[in-house]
């Protein structure tokens, strides 16, 4: 396949391109995601407490977070194809020391790197956005964002099996050799871009998560559904462990990686989501789907003691969360695709923030109450992210009562 073939063409990107796309950040954000079914392995090999288990994870989305606000705003300065190709090898490095660490601190040093290399992902999902034509945007990014739930379920299945197999640091052996290949795949099939922005544009867009949060009250609302979304998110999946291998159930990593498969579904709702968010519907959607994250949160509480209840659970938590963050991510870009990378960017910290919060909470408040207050916690971030939407619909109709009676003539009824 020619690099040619994979350029964006007048109708937007070509299938091609967009297929690759959404495979480099599958694979990408999947170095988050490895450690989730092993924290127990993990920590018993390094002789890590099991309260502090969950900063494994919250290291690497604390890399992200760094490279969310200093590194994908670059999108909108400089070319794309270097930018998007340099992250993806420079995970290789983060994946490398991740292997090579034999205490705490040098294992959350090399996660930090890990993750701010893997912000790549959002670069990705910014450019997607950028380059697709208005009708196609939201299928674009849904067939991206379907890409990253396929990385996100795949890391776990593949991590429990390999580590099965081989030990954890294989694991983090092939995500070095995947980069490579993939930073080549990348380098030889992305369009070159010319960009003539200088420094200060940079700084305006790094400060522009602050910017946007204050004035933009579309940017606002959703990027604190998005924070409270994914730490619900992120108690799931970094709990999920806890419980699985813990003495309710005794599984082995293989086995707790096999239950991301439960997640498959998140990839039919982020495909669905983003052509609804195309026709209008993202509002509807929205409040749908966190009502769905709300009463799976029901289903995951009996974990304790069915695994087709907490199967449920994933399958209906899963497809919420990818359904709200599409929806999101091609309303706040909607109208605004020249700073494509910096309003993804400052998005993302959001969902870094809530995926790093839920992580590191899960833990020791799994330590101290177990099962049911993990699942109370999960289930409370759900409840703040639909308040929130429950406001921002409120404020919503108010203003549209209010700009019909302002346009009606005085006196009229």
């Known amino acids: 396949m020619s690099s040619d073939q994979l350029t964006k063409t007048t109708q937007g990107l ?37 309260g502090s288990i969950g900063w494994v994870v919250a290291s690497s989305q604390a890399g992200y977070l760094v490279g969310l606000v200093l590194l ?14 340099v992250q993806v090898a420079a995970s290789a490095v983060g994946a490398c020391g991740v292997t090579l660490a034999s205490s705490q601190a040098a294992l959350l040093l090399a996660f930090g790197i890990l993750g701010l290399a893997s912000s790549v992902v959002q670069a990705i999902v910014a450019y997607t956005a950028a380059s697709s034509t208005p ?22 299945t593949v991590a429990g099996g390999m580590t099965d197999l081989w030990g954890w640091r294989s694991v983090y052996i092939f995500a070095a050799v995947a980069a490579v290949v993939l930073s080549v795949a990348v380098l030889r099939a992305m369009p ?38 994914f730490a619900s998110f992120g108690v799931l999946w970094s709990g999920m462990s806890l419980l699985l291998s813990g003495p309710a159930w005794n599984l082995p990593p293989g086995v707790i990686g096999l239950f991301g498969l439960a997640g498959l579904v998140g990839i039919l709702a982020a495909s669905k989501a983003g052509a609804a968010a195309d026709r209008g519907w993202g509002q509807r959607v929205t409040g749908i789907s966190l009502v769905a994250l709300l009463g799976s949160w029901l289903a995951l509480s009996l974990g304790s003691w069915s695994l087709l209840w907490f199967i449920a659970g994933i399958v209906v938590l899963d497809a919420a969360v990818q359904a709200v963050h599409v929806t999101s991510q091609t309303m706040i870009v909607a109208g605004a695709e020249e700073s494509a990378s910096s309003i993804i960017g400052s998005y993302m910290v959001f969902y870094s923030v809530g995926s790093a919060v839920g992580a590191a909470a899960v833990a020791p408040v799994f330590d101290t109450w177990g099962w049911a207050g993990a699942s109370l916690l999960g289930a409370v971030f759900a409840l703040g992210a639909l308040v929130i939407w429950g406001v921002d619909r409120a404020r919503l109709q108010g203003a549209g009562v209010r700009l019909v009676r302002s346009s009606q003539p005085a006196g009229a009824e």
């Open 72 to 85: 994908v705003p670059l999108g909108d300065l400089v070319d794309r194809r270097i930018l998007i190709t």
């Open 192 to 229: 070159r871009e010319q960009t003539s922005r200088g420094e200060a544009r940079y700084w305006q867009a790094v400060s522009s998560v602050v910017v946007l949060t204050r004035r933009n009250p579309v940017f606002r609302t959703r990027a604190l559904i998005t924070m409270l979304l």
């Open 14 to 50: 070509s299938r091609s391109l967009l297929l690759l796309l959404a495979v480099v950040a599958g694979f990408m954000v999947s170095n988050i995601y490895y450690g989730q079914p092993l924290l127990e392995r993990i920590g018993f090999d390094l002789s890590i407490p099991a």
């Open 135 to 156: 009708d196609k945007r939201g299928g674009d990014i849904g067939t991206v964002t379907a890409g990253v739930v396929s990385g996100v379920i795949l890391a776990r």
